[in-house]
């Protein structure tokens, strides 16, 4: 990478969060340490940022970052009931003594209370997750490195390295979406899905969560193909056009049965 691309990302990596350490700079550069630190001496000489113990800031505070995302706790109560089926359903696949890897979610934060007690190591990204997990007990929870996005309730870093992440390995990862399409599972915001990839690298089977809301067209990221995807947990208001492209793409699909949705298949597992 040259200095005035280097320069570029530097200034990039301290408009988009308060403190960026020389190893980040390391990690995100790709250069040497000794490269990093002329560079922010000639930044800071500059007067474009601002040099600290051990890494530099912008010159200017940080505004909060959000995603283009609503918040948790404005989807969280949205088909309560449809969500907390599928995530007792999604628990039930869990073995005793496992360790898997759950993504943040609203969906996906309802398996917690089926979690509790079973001695499982949970990678998770929710903080709202690993604070019920916590409370519940009987689990070893492991939270990813990263900024916290407070209306998401989620953990996520903008860098490609989290040694967390990098040496945890889940046999299971179960995940939400923002939406599935014939091209894959869909989200809104490019940083979301740079963390639901590292996730799935981390994994042998990939679960997914998503109630019979999510088979709409909305969303234009695709962060995984339909292929890659193991299992698909959902309700029985799923369109049957739907089921049949999960059929099409080899997913075992589990439909649990709600018993108040105005379509699809009814009480069908």
């Given amino acids: 990478m040259h200095e005035r691309q280097r320069h570029s990302a530097i200034l990039r990596a301290v408009s988009e969060q308060d403190l960026v350490t020389v190893a980040e700079f390391v990690d995100l550069l790709g250069a040497s340490p000794a490269t990093v630190r002329r560079d922010l001496n000639q930044l800071e000489s500059s007067g474009r940022l601002r040099k600290v113990r051990g890494g530099a800031e912008a010159l200017e505070p940080v505004e909060p970052k959000t995603l283009d995302e609503n918040s948790f706790r404005d989807r969280e109560p949205r088909h309560a009931e449809r969500k907390q089926a599928i995530a007792k359903a999604a628990a039930?696949?869990?073995?005793?003594?496992?360790?898997?890897i759950v993504n943040g979610g609203t969906t996906t934060y309802r398996m917690s209370d089926h979690l509790a007690g079973r001695g499982l190591q949970i990678l998770t990204n929710s903080f709202a997750m690993a604070s019920r997990l916590m409370a519940l007990g009987g689990n070893r929870v492991i939270l990813p490195g990263g900024e916290i996005y407070a209306d998401q309730h989620i953990i996520l870093s903008a860098y490609e390295r989290d040694t967390v992440i990098d040496h945890f390995y889940g046999s299971k990862l179960f995940m939400g979406a923002h939406a599935i399409r014939p091209?894959?599972?869909?989200?809104?915001?490019?940083?979301?899905v740079k963390g639901e990839q590292k996730?799935?690298?981390?994994?042998?089977?990939?679960?997914?969560?998503?109630d019979s809301s999510k088979f709409q067209p909305r969303g234009s990221l695709i962060f995984c193909p339909l292929e890659r995807i193991d299992r698909l947990i959902t309700d029985d208001g799923a369109p049957e056009e739907a089921l049949d492209m999960l059929d099409r793409a080899g997913i075992d699909v589990i439909i649990v049965p709600t018993g108040a949705l105005e379509h699809g298949r009814k009480g069908e597992e």
């Fill in 199 to 210: 996730l799935i690298r981390q994994t042998e089977e990939l679960i997914v969560l998503v």
């Fill in 183 to 192: 091209h894959g599972l869909i989200e809104t915001d490019p940083l979301l």
């Fill in 92 to 100: 039930e696949l869990v073995a005793d003594g496992e360790s898997i």
